[in-house]
């Protein structure tokens, strides 16, 4: 039977599914976004400023179904009612559908989803036993590929996806742990949930590490690519930006053969990413050699409640914005641009090779 996957609502929290579609176990997608966003009958890349998928978004959620077996409901943001997905939700079991929906959207229904709950697979954040005993931190003996970032929504995970395609399609084995709720879709697995639990840093950064150690034991990869979330140091005194927690963990856990950093547009200018590369360097001892710009402007509302808002640029754009900041200190790429992307990766696993990978 033809195996077809339907995201709704499709948005940017999705966009890396598409442009990564030979990592999905499905012939093929179909996207659909509320028709009031604007995205209908325009290519999904409308929705991250990328190279063109060839993929079109739709607003209409029943024609669709009727061509696809597996619907895979999302959280994007609250202008969806509760009450619109479990009346989508229940269509879709009613015709028997496989319906998954990730562990965010299962936060926002609450309650709302409990009557139809057995009839839904619910994705969940990797959740491994952590032994909290050891105090040692054991070798990881791969080469580890770490992707950091300035903050939400700078295409660390699709970094994640490109690195992952372009190893397996060179025929290396690949452990992975990655940024979003749905990485068992793309064939590997989440950050750990103990990193987001309430327990000690220390803690974290031993069961990682062993967590690590086993999966390597087990998985026994050629590369091990990691993601890390949120940003690496505050954004500003209002707004802290998870005081860079998780990347100082992460880091902890395992030191990295490869560090890529992704900032935001309006992050790139020589003396900036300079200085960016020397903090990381001392806080995290990751030395970047490569920087991805993002196809996101982080824009700051300064009002008494300050917040993020983001404006996606086109890639064009960003490759004409990367022309402007020669420099030997590292190399710089855009990751939704195929050619740009792939001219990294190549650059990153020559560098392993060179290093007996």
Same mark, same amino acid.
């Given at each position: 039977?033809?195996?077809?996957?339907?995201?709704?609502?499709?948005?940017?929290?999705?966009?890396?599914?598409?442009?990564?579609?030979?990592?999905?176990?499905?012939?093929?997608?179909?996207?659909?976004?509320?028709?009031?966003?604007?995205?209908?009958?325009?290519?999904?890349?409308?929705?991250?400023?990328?190279?063109?998928?060839?993929?079109?978004?739709?607003?209409?959620?029943?024609?669709?179904?009727?061509?696809?077996?597996?619907?895979?409901?999302?959280?994007?943001?609250?202008?969806?009612?509760?009450?619109?997905?479990?009346?989508?939700?229940?269509?879709?079991?009613?015709?028997?559908?496989?319906?998954?929906?990730?562990?965010?959207?299962?936060?926002?229904?609450?309650?709302?989803?409990?009557?139809?709950?057995?009839?839904?697979?619910?994705?969940?954040?990797?959740?491994?036993?952590?032994?909290?005993?050891?105090?040692?931190?054991?070798?990881?003996?791969?080469?580890?590929?770490?992707?950091?970032?300035?903050?939400?929504?700078?295409?660390?995970?699709?970094?994640?996806?490109?690195?992952?395609?372009?190893?397996?399609?060179?025929?290396?084995?690949?452990?992975?742990?990655?940024?979003?709720?749905?990485?068992?879709?793309?064939?590997?697995?989440?950050?750990?949930?103990?990193?987001?639990?309430?327990?000690?840093?220390?803690?974290?950064?031993?069961?990682?590490?062993?967590?690590?150690?086993?999966?390597?034991?087990?998985?026994?990869?050629?590369?091990?690519?990691?993601?890390?979330?949120?940003?690496?140091?505050?954004?500003?005194?209002?707004?802290?930006?998870? $005081?860079?927690? &998780?990347?100082?963990?992460?880091? @902890?856990? +395992?030191?990295?053969? /490869?560090?890529?950093?992704? #900032?935001?547009? %309006?992050?790139?200018?020589?003396?900036?990413?300079?200085?960016?590369?020397?903090?990381?360097?001392?806080?995290?001892?990751?030395?970047?050699?490569?920087?991805?710009?993002?196809?996101?402007?982080?824009?700051?509302?300064?009002?008494?409640?300050?917040?993020?808002?983001?404006?996606?640029?086109?890639?064009?754009?960003?490759?004409?914005?990367?022309?402007?900041?020669?420099?030997?200190?590292?190399?710089? $790429?855009?990751? &939704?641009?195929?050619?740009?992307? @792939?001219? +990294?990766?190549?650059? /990153?696993?020559?560098?392993? #090779?060179?290093? %007996?990978?």
């Amino acid at each position: 039977m033809y195996n077809k996957l339907l995201i709704f609502p499709f948005g940017k929290n999705t966009s890396p599914i598409v442009r990564n579609l030979s990592l999905l176990n499905y012939d093929s997608v179909s996207l659909v976004s509320p028709k009031s966003w604007g995205f209908a009958g325009k290519d999904a890349c409308i929705v991250d400023g990328g190279d063109f998928t060839e993929v079109k978004v739709s607003y209409d959620f029943e024609e669709e179904l009727k061509s696809c077996n597996n619907i895979l409901f999302v959280f994007e943001n609250e202008n969806i009612t509760i009450q619109s997905y479990i009346d989508k939700i229940q269509k879709c079991i009613k015709i028997n559908k496989k319906v998954f929906i990730t562990p965010e959207l299962r936060e926002f229904l609450n309650d709302s989803i409990n009557a139809i709950y057995d009839n839904i697979t619910v994705l969940k954040w990797n959740n491994p036993k952590a032994n909290f005993s050891f105090s040692e931190i054991l070798p990881i003996e791969v080469p580890v590929i770490i992707v950091l970032g300035s903050g939400d929504n700078c295409n660390k995970f699709d970094i994640q996806l490109s690195l992952r395609k372009y190893f397996r399609q060179n025929d290396y084995i690949v452990s992975q742990l990655g940024t979003k709720s749905y990485c068992e879709l793309m064939g590997f697995k989440a950050l750990p949930k103990f990193l987001f639990e309430n327990i000690s840093l220390d803690s974290k950064i031993i069961a990682l590490n062993h967590y690590m150690y086993d999966l390597v034991k087990e998985e026994s990869p050629d590369v091990f690519i990691l993601g890390v979330p949120g940003g690496v140091m505050p954004y500003s005194a209002e707004i802290p930006n998870g $005081f860079g927690e &998780l990347a100082f963990i992460i880091t @902890n856990a +395992v030191k990295p053969d /490869i560090a890529i950093y992704s #900032t935001y547009t %309006n992050g790139v200018d020589l003396d900036s990413l300079r200085e960016m590369k020397k903090r990381i360097r001392y806080k995290y001892d990751s030395d970047i050699e490569f920087i991805n710009v993002a196809n996101s402007r982080i824009l700051v509302n300064n009002d008494a409640n300050p917040f993020f808002e983001y404006r996606t640029i086109d890639s064009n754009n960003i490759l004409n914005k990367i022309n402007t900041v020669p420099t030997s200190d590292f190399t710089m $790429f855009n990751v &939704l641009n195929e050619t740009s992307s @792939n001219l +990294v990766n190549e650059k /990153i696993l020559e560098s392993l #090779t060179n290093n %007996n990978l």
